[in-house]
């Protein structure tokens, strides 16, 4: 039975033992939302098998305790949220179940007990309105999830609707805290290794101009592809980034966007250069690898010449 918003409160207040239950790998739309209702109406959190990293990372910054696989018969109600197909839950639905989404599949709302679904930009925006229009406030912490999950499924308000702005200016004036803090909550930060790695290709590097552009080349024994993305947002135009791991020669490359729109293209140029020392490669237009054998720095000298005749 599809309900309206406004409806939610006299129908989850049927229930005294609820779950807010999240599909596998819950991101930060799943967890956000899951808090917010949890805190308003009642009811414990779940998720099926993990979190994603910022899913993990906003629950620590907002403290919501997310059980994993919980056993979803010991409660009379499971709302699933942000979730549109069983296979998302591992296919454990129990009889009784609710759904909250802004997917627009039709697989979880024939048998739900009740159902809200909107083609919103996130679940979080619905649930903002469930929570205004049953009389609800928010504290900092779910008003926080919220905007944390309307920031994640916007691609950081690229793809956001008029209504998705309207609900996060009222959520942040609600919350009280500033935008900042929000963004910092999805934030997952390099671990300690790769960013040795990119400081060390960044302290290696060979920088080459080739007229407009400039090319880097570098080594570094491991986290080669992060190392090479690290030295395109520096400022490289194309950065390739070789590490020797056993007897084989990795390469990894990027190039920006405006490298790759005026012809450079990596996926080839290191399939060239791999094939011509005994390997191969390929990936796509800007962000390739390649694994060879020879000296790191020949197969560097023999890319960069590659991209000086493709950047010509
Ligand atoms: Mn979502």
Same mark, same amino acid.
């Given at each position: 039975?599809?309900?309206?918003?406004? %409806?939610?409160?006299?129908?989850?207040?049927?229930?005294?033992?609820?779950?807010?239950?999240?599909?596998?790998?819950?991101?930060?739309?799943?967890?956000?939302? !899951?808090?917010?209702?949890? %805190?308003?109406?009642?009811?414990?959190?779940?998720?099926?098998?993990?979190?994603?990293?910022?899913?993990?990372?906003?629950?620590?910054?907002?403290?919501?305790?997310?059980?994993?696989?919980?056993?979803?018969?010991?409660?009379?109600?499971?709302?699933?949220?942000?979730?549109?197909?069983?296979?998302?839950?591992?296919?454990?639905?129990? /009889?009784?179940?609710?759904?909250? /989404?802004?997917?627009?599949?039709?697989?979880?709302?024939?048998?739900?007990?009740?159902?809200? %679904?909107?083609?919103?930009?996130?679940?979080?925006?619905?649930? $903002?309105?469930?929570?205004?229009?049953?009389?609800?406030?928010?504290?900092?912490?779910?008003?926080?999830?919220?905007?944390?999950?309307?920031?994640?499924?916007?691609?950081? &308000?690229?793809?956001?609707?008029?209504?998705?702005?309207? =609900?996060?200016?009222?959520?942040?004036?609600?919350?009280?805290?500033?935008?900042?803090?929000?963004?910092?909550?999805?934030?997952?930060?390099?671990?300690?290794?790769?960013?040795?790695?990119?400081?060390?290709?960044?302290?290696?590097?060979?920088?080459?101009? %080739?007229?407009? $552009?400039?090319?880097?080349?570098?080594?570094?024994?491991?986290?080669?592809?992060?190392?090479?993305?690290?030295?395109? /947002?520096?400022?490289?135009?194309?950065? &390739?980034?070789?590490?020797?791991?056993?007897?084989?020669?990795? +390469?990894?490359?990027?190039?920006?966007?405006?490298?790759?729109?005026?012809?450079?293209?990596?996926?080839?140029?290191?399939?060239?250069?791999?094939?011509?020392?005994?390997?191969?490669?390929?990936?796509?237009? !800007?962000?390739? =690898?390649?694994?060879?054998?020879?000296?790191?720095?020949?197969?560097?000298?023999?890319?960069?010449?590659? +991209?000086?005749?493709?950047?010509?």
């Amino acid at each position: 039975m599809r309900i309206s918003e406004q %409806q939610y409160g006299d129908h989850i207040g049927r229930y005294k033992n609820v779950l807010y239950l999240c599909h596998r790998n819950a991101d930060p739309d799943a967890i956000g939302s !899951s808090f917010a209702l949890s %805190q308003a109406f009642g009811g414990a959190i779940g998720a099926v098998d993990d979190l994603s990293r910022t899913g993990v990372s906003l629950a620590n910054v907002i403290g919501a305790c997310v059980r994993i696989n919980p056993d979803v018969e010991d409660y009379d109600l499971v709302v699933v949220v942000d979730t549109s197909v069983g296979t998302q839950l591992g296919n454990r639905l129990p /009889d009784n179940y609710a759904l909250v /989404d802004h997917h627009l599949d039709e697989g979880l709302l024939n048998d739900a007990l009740f159902y809200i %679904q909107k083609p919103a930009k996130s679940t979080a925006e619905i649930v $903002w309105t469930i929570l205004k229009e049953n009389g609800k406030k928010v504290d900092r912490n779910a008003a926080l999830g919220l905007l944390a999950g309307m920031i994640a499924d916007t691609g950081r &308000f690229k793809r956001a609707s008029p209504g998705a702005f309207l =609900a996060a200016a009222e959520i942040l004036d609600a919350g009280g805290f500033a935008y900042e803090e929000a963004q910092e909550a999805l934030f997952v930060p390099a671990n300690i290794s790769q960013r040795i790695a990119v400081l060390k290709a960044a302290s290696r590097a060979e920088v080459m101009r %080739q007229g407009d $552009w400039l090319v880097v080349c570098t080594t570094v024994n491991s986290f080669e592809g992060f190392a090479a993305n690290a030295l395109v /947002d520096l400022g490289a135009d194309v950065a &390739f980034v070789a590490g020797r791991h056993g007897d084989t020669v990795r +390469v990894s490359a990027r190039c920006s966007r405006e490298a790759a729109r005026r012809g450079c293209n990596l996926a080839k140029l290191l399939g060239e250069v791999g094939k011509a020392y005994g390997g191969d490669g390929g990936g796509h237009r !800007s962000a390739a =690898a390649l694994e060879a054998a020879g000296e790191p720095s020949a197969i560097l000298e023999a890319c960069r010449k590659k +991209v000086a005749e493709s950047l010509s």
